[in-house]
Nanobody, 130 residues
């Protein structure tokens, strides 16, 4: 059974920082795709940042230059460093993953814009106060 387990969510003031982590022991192939999506109350899921099969990173415009996605290929973990968060970043954040053969054809921008990841964590809540 494949598990994705997020941690690190919580409350933070605007302009602060927060780091989300995701344990992904079932995703040991470096060609697997991983990323972070989020869902705010009353809104659809939206892609935040992804790492494509070739290791390239893609960010949504609304977090570019503030958030950084990274992957530890030895520990099989994924992280999202959130710097200078804004109140509009308040949402449930989900760690997502897809195995290589199902995602290797797609570029990061496509992965970011489509809910194509087959595996999702339970989510971790991030609340940003002004």
């Amino acid at each position: 059974q494949v598990h994705l387990v997020e941690s690190g969510g919580g409350s933070v003031q605007a302009g602060g920082s927060l780091r989300l982590s995701c344990a992904a022991p079932g995703f040991t192939d470096s060609g697997d795709c991983m990323g972070w999506f989020r869902q705010a109350p009353g809104k659809e899921h939206e892609g935040v940042a992804v790492i494509a099969s070739d290791g390239g990173t893609t960010y949504a415009d609304f977090v570019k230059d503030r958030f950084t996605i990274s992957r530890d290929y030895v520990a099989h973990t994924l992280a999202l460093q959130m710097n200078s968060p804004k109140p509009e970043d308040t949402a449930m954040y989900y760690c997502v993953a897809a195995i290589r053969r199902s995602c290797m054809r797609f570029e990061g921008r496509w992965l970011l814009q489509h809910r194509s990841f087959g595996y999702w964590g339970q989510g971790t809540q991030v609340t940003v106060s002004s």
